[in-house]
């Protein structure tokens, strides 16, 4: 009788690492966001075209973390590699926010 594979769903490492690197988005983003927000009151330089920005580029982002997300679960990655492959379009775009929204500064 043929011996059956057992799923390999990761490393406790892997685990925790992913952990770690959701907790960093989600704080990038909130950072986003509050910056975002206060560039609508007037407190936070934001470029004039940043609304628009911020909806548009959403679409990409979601839109390549499902095409990452399909290529990981069709090739048979473990679930922390599958949430690290659809985590890492929308990761890359938050920091890339946070780093530039930053920079600008209160007025």
């Keep these: 009788m043929a011996r059956r ?3 390999n769903f ?4 892997g685990y925790w690492m992913m952990g770690m690197n959701l907790t960093r988005m989600m ?21 004039p075209n940043e609304n628009v920005r911020m909806v548009s580029e959403k679409m ?16 048979g990655k473990s ?3 599958v949430l690290g492959a659809a985590m890492r379009p929308l990761s890359r775009k938050t920091a890339s926010n946070h780093r530039r929204l930053g920079r600008a500064g209160p007025k």
């Design 5 to 7: 594979r057992t799923a």
């Design 10 to 13: 990761g490393t406790p490492v």
């Design 79 to 81: 679930p922390d590699q």
């Design 60 to 75: 990409t982002a979601f839109a390549q973390s499902m095409m990452a997300t399909q290529r990981a679960v069709i090739s």
């Design 27 to 47: 704080v990038e983003t909130q950072m986003v966001i509050a910056m975002r927000l206060m560039g609508m009151q007037g407190a936070w330089s934001v470029a």
